[in-house]
């Protein structure tokens, strides 16, 4: 879940964080916490249902938790108010797909039961399947600026539009949020040895630099310490294969940008951050960020990893660091660009719904108005997704949780003004062709069963040969 805002009409990118600053948010930043701040909208005309009541199903991937003891979905409901009242007639009703919520959707959507307006992670096989409704029509009526949103995550909307069998130019979903990585430095573990701190323009080769020189053999009474966290969330949502943005900060990809149907990974810029990262993990000098997480988030908070990264979504998990002296970084420097690794998160509308005007309203509403937005940064403190709002984040995180008005959070809020965040392309091929690919070389590449060259090279024969199939 998330969402993020806009108040008194669309932004250009010009007026980028300009509008937002410390006072603008007191009134926010004191009701941050269970309450929701309702500031109206922009108020609509909603379709005339042959009902008195039409119901919008709204379908989250897991809504779950409490917030100073009030349940989340009720919450939510709370926060849909403002839109409830601005359309009379319109009820909405919350479904939750917890555990694999990815296949439960689908399944939903393919028995006809899914809801009709819709958040994911993954939007590939929902737009393979042609499950999702094109935006595009209604973005363009409504005159949404769509460069309030990180490029880098519209690029990777636009990617997967490629499959959809009807339209392969299309718009099928807005940002949910802009969840986005930066690096988290034990200042501490660095000040003990000697090390320098690092600064914004360090580059990959100082970080690998670091990780090495912080590394520390274990003994039989000491855990092993290590130097760094390597992002190995790979091609969308696969793993154990180096993130597209290390890959597109090197001058690499997945995806060939000039022919979607070609492997990237055999260019020069892929292949060199290759070599540079699984050389660091075979030395033993950094943890994989992938399917264990959260066991690097246990091995930051006990001192046993130095640098470590962490989602804005994760923020609440770093006031439990108190211990430690630490603070945040930006991503590093690499030999082409700066990217930082963002969600892929989006809402959609159901392609079979009955109510297609209204789900758009309330997708707009949910994506572009300041409400839902606003609650989701007071109550959970999740980011925003648009670009202006990011500076307000900011001040409601360190109202929220004071232990954080020390730490830089501007790091944040630098990356995405300055439209860093990738999440990178996707093939015009179904995931699961791709997937068995990418997963059965990555441990032969791990345990160094063969060079980093070679293997990339095999992968991008078995993908390229997709496009003869």
């Known amino acids: 879940m998330a969402a993020l805002v806009m108040a008194g009409g669309p932004l250009s990118r010009r007026r980028l964080l300009a509008s ?12 941050a916490g269970c309450s929701v701040v309702g500031l109206g909208g ?34 939510i409901d709370n926060a849909l108010e403002p839109f409830v009242r601005q359309h009379p007639g319109v009820r909405i009703r919350q479904a939750s797909y917890p555990g694999q919520a990815t296949p439960q959707m689908l399944v ?21 399947n042609g499950f999702l409704l094109d935006l595009g029509p209604y973005i ?18 636009a990617s997967a539009a490629a499959v959809s069998p009807t339209n392969p130019n299309g718009t099928y979903g807005l940002p949910m949020n802009l969840d986005q990585r930066a690096y988290v430095v034990n200042l501490g573990v660095l000040d003990q040895l000697g090390l320098a701190h690092p600064d914004a323009g360090w580059t990959y080769q100082q970080y690998g630099q670091l990780f090495a020189s912080a590394t520390a053999n274990g003994t039989a009474s000491t855990p092993k310490r290590y130097g760094g966290e390597l992002i190995f969330r790979g091609y969308d949502f696969s793993r154990d294969m180096p993130s597209p943005a290390e890959f597109h900060a090197w001058g690499g990809g997945y995806v060939d940008p000039a022919d979607r149907r070609k492997c990237a990974l055999t260019s020069i810029g892929s292949i060199s951050y290759g070599e540079w990262a ?17 066991k690097t988030n246990g091995a930051f908070g006990a001192g046993t990893l130095v640098v470590h990264t962490v989602y804005t979504q ?11 002296n630490w603070d945040f970084f930006p991503m590093p420097v690499g030999p082409v660009a700066q990217t930082v690794l963002c969600s892929t998160n989006f809402y959609a509308v159901n392609s079979a719904t ?19 937005g606003r609650f989701l940064m007071q109550t959970l403190l999740y980011p925003p997704v648009r670009l202006d709002q990011w500076e307000q984040w900011r001040a409601i995180v360190t109202t929220v949780a004071p232990s954080l008005r020390s730490k830089d959070l501007g790091v944040f809020v630098h990356q995405a003004a300055a439209d860093r965040l990738w999440a990178g392309t996707v093939f015009p091929y179904p995931d699961a062709a791709v997937y068995p690919i990418l997963a059965d070389a990555s441990q032969q590449l791990l345990q160094g069963k063969v060079s980093v060259a070679r293997g990339f090279a095999s992968i991008a024969r ?5 496009a003869t199939l």
């Open 20 to 31: 937002f600053g410390l006072a603008s948010v007191s009134a926010a930043v004191a009701a």
């Open 42 to 75: 922009r108020a609509r005309t909603s379709p005339s249902p042959a009902n008195p009541v039409v119901e919008l199903l709204i379908g989250f991937p897991a809504v779950t938790g409490t917030v100073h003891g009030t349940e989340v979905p009720g919450l």
């Open 108 to 128: 939903a959507l393919t028995g006809g039961k899914g809801p009709d307006v819709l958040s994911n992670s993954v939007m590939v096989p929902f737009v393979q």
């Open 140 to 157: 363009r009526k409504d005159n949404v600026d769509l460069s309030l949103f990180a490029t880098g995550m519209l690029d990777y909307f």
């Open 278 to 294: 699984i050389n660091l993990y075979q030395q033993g000098t950094v943890m994989l960020g992938a399917t264990g997480h959260g």
């Open 314 to 324: 994760e923020i609440g998990l770093t006031t439990s660091w108190r211990h430690l």
């Open 354 to 372: 009955a109510q297609p005007e209204l789900s758009w309203e309330l997708l707009r509403w949910l994506t572009v108005e300041p409400d839902f």
């Open 462 to 466: 078995q993908i390229d040969a997709l």
